[in-house]
């Protein structure tokens, strides 16, 4: 990683408490904490889906509180940043909005402290990100950890946004958030999964494979009883399952 002495931060409509934009030796650029995610600010579009999350996640009944808080991270690191400040790199690309893109950073304010260690601790960010080796060789690993106990610290102490977790609701809060999650990765497997167009007429029992409820003796089957004149034969196959042929139709061709 790079190191920058006398950093800047630039006053920028797009800043929160763990991404902003700075300025290294005159030269802008949008940078992301490494490890930590601050609360949204707003409830715009592009940031609900990040918005519901955060409401989940620290058991919140009104996602209002959560822009509260995301505001007042923002605060937070502004009041951090108003003298100049070390900042750390390797010029990773962070997702964002950002137009330029952003990089991650770790960043260490005048008086010698993490900004990511210090919004835990004050209950204005969640121990959870991209992580890695820090600028005084911490472990990722160990890292991730350090900030886990500050942030349960927090926890504890009703510091910050935790103040306002209902511990019942974040039990649930969270747990739906996570069967969501799951449900939406499913989702996207079954897309990125799903086999091409076969040709029922002259597949091989390895493509009929890749479908799902048809092993090596339903492939046979199918085989056997070639030729197809429309991908309706299927359905006239004896004793062989209704539904496994009908999940399936759409992926045959008989061209």
């Keep these: 990683m790079q190191k920058f002495k006398n950093v800047k931060l630039v006053d920028h409509p797009a800043n929160d408490g763990d991404s902003f934009v700075v300025s290294i ?33 620290f058991g919140l009944s ?3 509180v959560t822009i509260d808080f995301g505001k007042k991270a923002k605060a937070f690191m502004k009041d951090k940043l108003s003298k100049p400040f070390y900042l750390y790199t390797a010029f990773a690309k962070a997702p964002g909005n950002m137009a330029k893109g952003r990089i991650y950073a770790f960043v260490i304010t005048s008086s010698g402290k993490s900004l ?34 500050l942030e349960r610290s927090a926890m504890m102490k009703r510091k910050g946004i ?17 069967l969501e999650k799951a449900v939406l990765a499913q989702f996207k497997e079954s897309i990125t999964t799903t086999p091409k167009l076969i040709n029922i007429n002259t597949c091989s029992a390895e493509e009929l494979k890749q479908l ?13 009883n070639r030729p197809y004149k429309s991908t309706d034969d299927l359905l006239k ?4 399952p209704y539904k496994v042929i009908i999940e399936n139709i759409n992926y045959f061709t008989v061209k």
């Design 25 to 57: 030796s005159g030269t802008q650029t949008a940078v992301r904490l490494y490890f930590v995610d601050a609360p949204e600010t707003s409830a715009s579009s592009l940031a609900l889906q990040r918005l519901r999350e955060h409401t989940r996640y």
């Design 62 to 64: 009104n996602a209002n």
């Design 116 to 149: 990511g260690g210090l919004l835990v601790r004050e209950g204005l960010a969640r121990a959870k990100g991209v992580g890695r080796e820090t600028p005084n060789s911490v472990s990722k690993a160990d890292r991730k950890e350090q900030l886990t106990d």
């Design 162 to 178: 935790w103040q306002w977790t209902d511990p019942d609701l974040l039990v649930d809060s969270r747990a739906e958030e996570r």
């Design 212 to 224: 799902k409820g048809i092993g090596k003796k339903r492939a046979e089957i199918i085989i056997q």
């Design 237 to 240: 196959i004896s004793n062989f």
